[in-house]
């Protein structure tokens, strides 16, 4: 499959996730703004997240997907259903013991995530009534390497949507419901999210069933047994143990930057919030789309030992994000006000909100680069089943990340959080980049010195645009005419991007070379 193709499907879905996403955002931000109740929704809404990207999108995908790959290409797809059979089997029985647990524990939880959150006891009760969607997601993470292994990408890169599109419903449609039942309207938006868990598992069923690989839950004790007795179980679970500390380590640098950003006052939480979803629009639709489509590619050219198709692979995922994750980082650091204003600057989103979200915006988009290319350079090690390595770096990252905080959030506050996070991405990624160069399993292709100069000089046309543009214009003194706002905003993206491309063409930059990896 052609990679540009496969990465192209992947970031098309994802970009109507993050669509409705912002749409969702935007709601969120117009009935709540930024205040102690989207704080204590936040941290409530992180902690099923966290353990998301921990348990189901992390060290479980990490371990699973390769071992899948790996299976199918060596013992063919029927050794690989017995695989999926044990595996969910196994899963399904440690999450309904994870979701009691954390129902039960929630406000041990809770109280690790926020403990200075003003509205402690209501994010204690959203808590519980989200925490079944870790549950839900990580059975849509098992589907999605099933998927992504088979080479059917759209379904689970449009699946995110739903969550979005449940959460858009019950906060337009619940939310006044509740309010004249003297019930905190805010609780929609937990109502949305164990929704759009439901729906989300259930548009995998149908996929999965296409392919012959629905998952057979075992329910007798003798069934688990046999699951747990798997050679492939144990594999992953093996492999599962450094990828669980590696992705550990990512989030306990989040739990710790919410714990210190509840100590910062209201707001503090939700203007990190705000700017981390604007964030997630590069490193998902380009980030996220690499590593889906060359984990499995990298695994297979792993398995036939074609080094040269190997390297070849990585080189071109991080020329991808040199060209197109530069110019977001430019857009992070020197247009974020406008962005945020247009996107959010609405009913209780104060002008004061926008500014503070802003700065952490900047502080994010510090690290940008290091983020996008973390999500390339970490399958170059996954697909090795090399787990140990970017275990170790992420170790020594977090240490430097915490010890950033310490000298920034005293001058920065809540922007000082978010600026250690971006500089820590990019030693991870430089880190990661030395290792692969190291080992020999990344060999740049010539042309990359004259490929950055283009890069620059197209960059720095772009960063002098956009400069332009923030300081032209009273963004925040548009608020009333929301339209045009609107309006203006695309049209200096529109011609930012004429721009970029247009000086690169003209610099003799191929962008159809991009196409040809396969």
């Known amino acids: 499959m052609n990679l540009l193709k496969a990465a192209s499907t992947v970031s098309l879905w994802t970009l109507l996730s993050r669509v409705t996403g912002l749409v969702r955002d935007q709601i969120i931000a117009a009935q709540f703004g930024a205040s102690a109740l989207t704080d204590a929704f936040n941290v409530a809404f992180r902690i099923p997240n966290l353990l998301r990207r921990l348990f189901a999108e992390g060290a479980f995908s990490s371990a699973f997907v390769p071992i899948l790959a790996a299976t199918r290409a060596e013992k063919g797809d029927d050794a690989t259903r017995a695989l999926i059979h044990a595996v969910a089997t196994v899963l399904v029985w440690a999450l309904l013991l994870t979701c009691a647990v954390g129902i039960v524990g929630a406000p041990v939880v809770v109280w690790l995530f926020g403990a200075g959150l003003q509205e402690l006891d209501l994010a204690v009760l959203m ?63 937990s109502a949305g999210v164990l929704l759009g868990g439901v729906l989300q598992l259930s548009l995998q069923v149908p996929a999965l069933r296409r392919i012959g690989c629905l998952p057979r839950i075992g329910l007798s004790p003798a069934a688990v047994r046999a699951a747990w007795r798997h050679e492939g179980v144990h594999r992953v679970l093996g492999h599962m143990a450094p990828a669980l500390l590696g992705v550990s380590v990512a989030q306990l640098s989040l739990l710790i930057n919410s714990q210190i950003a509840s100590h910062l006052g209201p707001g503090a939480v939700s203007w990190m919030f705000y700017a981390e979803r604007l964030m997630e629009f590069p490193t998902a639709l380009l980030g996220v789309a690499l590593g889906v489509v060359l984990i499995p590619g990298l695994t297979a050219l792993q398995a036939k030992g074609d080094r040269e198709g190997y390297s070849g692979h990585l080189d071109w995922g991080l020329r991808l994000v040199m060209l197109l994750a530069a110019p977001c980082m430019l857009a992070c650091l020197l247009f974020a006000q406008p962005l945020l204003t247009v996107l959010f600057h609405y009913g209780r989103f104060t002008a004061e909100s926008v500014a503070m979200s802003a700065l952490a915006l900047q502080g994010y988009g510090c690290g940008l680069l290091g983020l996008v290319a973390i999500k390339v350079l970490a399958p170059g090690f996954y697909a090795r089943q090399d787990l140990r390595t970017p275990v170790r770096i992420s170790i020594v990252v977090l240490a430097a990340t915490q010890l950033m905080n310490l000298a920034f959030v005293p001058w920065l506050g809540h922007a000082g959080l978010t600026l250690s996070i971006g500089l820590g991405a990019m030693v991870n990624a430089g880190w990661l980049y030395l290792g692969l160069r190291r080992l020999g399993v990344l060999v740049p292709t010539p042309g990359w010195a004259g490929f950055l100069l283009r890069l620059a000089v197209a960059n720095a046309v772009l960063g002098g645009w956009l400069f ?41 930059v191929n962008l159809r070379q991009f196409a040809r990896r396969g």
């Open 127 to 189: 808590t519980r009534w989200m925490f079944p969607y870790i549950g839900f997601m990580s059975l849509v993470a098992l589907s999605a390497g099933i998927l992504n292994t088979w080479k059917r990408f759209a379904i689970p890169a449009a699946t995110p949507v739903l969550l979005n599109v449940a959460m858009i419903l019950c906060a337009a449609a619940l939310a006044p419901g509740l309010q004249a039942w003297g019930i905190a309207p805010i609780h929609a938006l």
């Open 468 to 508: 332009w543009a923030a300081q032209a214009v009273d963004w925040i003194g548009l608020q009333a005419r929301w339209g045009w706002r609107a309006g203006l905003l695309a049209a200096v993206l529109l011609v930012a991007a004429l721009a970029y491309f247009g000086v690169l063409r003209l610099l003799g």
